[in-house]
């Protein structure tokens, strides 16, 4: 064997090598190149995902915002109508007419007066407009006398001479009394579905 020969061997032997470790190259490439793009599929199903989990709890979000939204402007509403109810009570209590009104200020009267003693002397306060209402009643009382205004729709306000005991039986407390045992069920007669 030549000199020649034995160097063609190894240049041979060494190309050979190369084209070996080349298709090694080749074949890790492409297994890297192909766990990249398992890799990316994955990751973009990770990132499809959150997303469409992200827009689905921002649409329970906006749902659930409108809803409580929409359920505050019901209640509003309803507030609304209930007040207006109750202002057109109201209204017809300041303007009930003579008669009608005498006769619940008296019965009002009656009433606060059954919270005191007998023989106690006491003040009746009322509505400024029922003054001389309130003084031709208040003579029909023993020991009772009219001493003034109290801010009011209308009734009485009777407190004794010692200042100890004092009834408030004036329309508005009435109003209140029975708006408030009574809202549920206006509520459910005005708004029943």
């Known amino acids: 064997m030549s000199l020649e020969t034995v160097v063609e061997d190894i240049r041979d032997e060494a190309r050979a090598r190369a084209e070996e470790i080349r298709r090694e190259a080749d074949e890790r490439a492409e297994e890297i190149v192909e766990e990249a793009r398992s890799d990316r599929e994955d990751i973009l199903e990770d990132a499809e995902r959150e997303v469409e ?5 921002e649409r329970e979000q906006k749902l659930s915002s409108a809803k409580l939204e929409a359920k505050q402007e ?15 009570v109201e209204d017809r209590l300041a303007t009930l007419e003579d ?5 619940l200020t008296r019965e009002l009267l009656d009433a606060a007066m059954a919270e005191f003693d007998e023989g106690a002397t006491v003040r009746v306060y009322g509505r400024p407009d029922d003054e001389a209402l309130l003084t031709s009643i208040v003579e029909e009382y023993d020991g009772a006398e009219y001493a003034g205004e109290y801010d009011c729709l209308g009734g009485v306000v009777v407190e004794g001479v010692d200042s100890r005991l004092r009834v408030n039986n004036t329309f ?5 009394e029975v708006w408030e045992d009574n809202l549920k069920d206006v509520s459910t007669q005005l708004f029943e579905q």
Not at 172 to 176: G, T
């Open 53 to 57: 989990q992200q827009i689905e709890q």
């Open 172 to 176: 508005d407390s009435v109003i209140e």
């Open 99 to 103: 008669e009608r009104r005498e006769t």
């Open 74 to 88: 019901r209640l509003e509403a309803r507030r609304d109508v209930l007040q207006e109810v109750r202002d057109r």
